[in-house]
């Protein structure tokens, strides 16, 4: 079974930076797409930034220039790094990806979420 671990959130005033991580683990083939998604209460889940495994990113506006995906295909792990926060940005930050398993098929998978709050 493919497991999705989180690590990096926690508490930081505006303007600081946290640096998220995600390593994907089990019976992996192939690693497609991976990224982060956020959510707070009352809101539906968001598309925060993914990126494919040629590198191609995609962010959602309000975090371009500030937020920067990146991932490590030898350590099957992907990255979120988070500047200049806003407390706007608080939310539950979920890891997820998309990857090919040994019987051809695709599936998608989540982390549990990390927690991010931003402090004004």
């Not at 991580?21 to 982060?36: K, P």
């Not at 707070?40 to 993914?50: H, I, N, S």
Request: include cysteine; charged fraction near 20%; aromatic fraction near 8%.
């Amino acid at each position: 079974q493919v497991q999705l671990v989180e690590s990096g959130g926690g508490l930081v005033q505006a303007g600081g930076s946290l640096r998220l991580s995600c390593a994907a683990s089990g019976s992996i083939f192939i690693l497609n797409t991976m990224g982060w998604y956020r959510q707070t209460p009352g809101k539906q889940r968001e598309l925060v930034a993914d990126i494919r495994r040629s590198g191609s990113t995609n962010y959602v506006d309000s975090v371009k220039g500030r937020f920067t995906i990146s991932r490590d295909n030898a350590k099957n792990t992907v990255y979120l790094q988070m500047n200049s926060l806003k407390p706007e940005d608080t939310a539950v930050y979920y890891c997820n990806a998309v990857l090919l398993r040994a019987d051809g098929k695709l599936h998608d998978y989540w982390g549990q979420g990390t927690q991010v709050t931003v402090s004004s």
